[in-house]
């Protein structure tokens, strides 16, 4: 069976960092690019991250470029988001979503490149 684990989310003060954590179970990301998303209540859901490629081609979000950095380690079977200097208005669940290698990386931020998905991880930000 096919899934997506993230963790490390938890509640943080502004300015703060957090690394999470996607593991994959029943494939091999060798042959995946994953993405990170988020959703904020009242918000639509956005790309936040992507990497495709054992290479690492990656592509952010402006608003979280030179914050964020997403990695991937293949032995492990897990991409990681590292998050610093974090802001309230980065409150909201991340998800980690899946496709494959061959998939269009240039739409590496939209949600319908995806095929496999996690049940997500809250990160909350505030004082």
């Known amino acids: 069976q096919l899934q997506l684990v993230e963790s490390g989310g938890g509640l943080v003060q502004p300015g703060g960092s957090l690394r999470l954590s996607c593991a994959a179970s029943?494939?091999?990301?060798?042959?995946?690019?994953i993405g990170w998303f988020r959703h904020a209540p009242g918000k639509e859901r956005e790309g936040v991250s992507y990497?495709?490629?054992?290479?690492?081609?990656?592509g952010y979000l402006d608003i979280v470029k030179g914050r964020f950095t997403i990695s991937r380690d293949n032995a492990k079977n897990t991409v990681y988001l590292q998050m610093n200097d974090l802001k309230p208005e980065d409150t909201a669940v991340y998800y980690c979503?899946?496709?494959?290698?061959?998939?269009?990386?240039?739409?590496?931020?939209?949600?319908?490149?995806?095929?496999?998905w996690g049940q997500g991880t809250q990160v909350t930000v505030c004082s």
């Open positions: 979503a899946a496709a494959p290698l061959d998939s269009n990386w240039y739409n590496g931020l939209s949600p319908r490149l995806y095929d496999y």
């Open positions: 029943g494939f091999n990301l060798d042959y995946y690019g």
């Open positions: 990497i495709s490629g054992s290479v690492g081609n990656t």
